[in-house]
């Protein structure tokens, strides 16, 4: 079993910058291929960014593209997502997902690709 808590979230500016974190349980952290969501109020939840098990590939979605970062350390069971230039478009509760790797370069871009859910955190742009 895994488990998952973010933080970092918070009401900032646009134009501001956020870093979030998931903390994850286990010592298996280094077999996960992790990913960020994204759901706001009465939408979807979207794919923000996605993570190799190992940390050497990632993908993002175009909406975030050259604006946020993913990255993870292994050695500490930590995801980061660091966010510069936020936009009020980019408010929404943001979770981290989890799922067991199947392979060095897999990457997963669909909720229903993830076996582990953090309860999320909100992150509020305001104009």
């Known amino acids: 079993q895994v488990q998952l808590v973010e933080s970092g979230g918070g009401l900032v500016q646009a134009g501001e910058s956020l870093r979030l974190t998931c903390a994850a349980s286990?010592?298996?952290?280094?077999?996960?291929?992790m990913g960020w969501f994204r759901q706001a109020p009465g939408k979807e939840r979207d794919f923000v960014a996605a993570i190799t098990s190992s940390g050497g590939n990632t993908y993002y979605a175009d909406s975030v593209k050259g604006r946020f970062t993913i990255s993870r350390d292994n050695a500490k069971n930590t995801l980061y997502l660091q966010m510069n230039s936020l936009k009020p478009e980019d408010t929404a509760n943001y979770y981290c997902?989890?799922?067991?790797?199947?392979?060095?370069?897999?990457?997963?871009?669909?909720?229903?690709?993830?076996?582990?859910w953090g309860q999320g955190t909100q992150v509020t742009v305001s104009s």
């Open positions: 286990g010592r298996t952290f280094s077999s996960l291929s």
């Open positions: 997902a989890a799922r067991w790797s199947v392979g060095p370069w897999s990457l997963f871009l669909r909720p229903s690709d993830y076996e582990y």
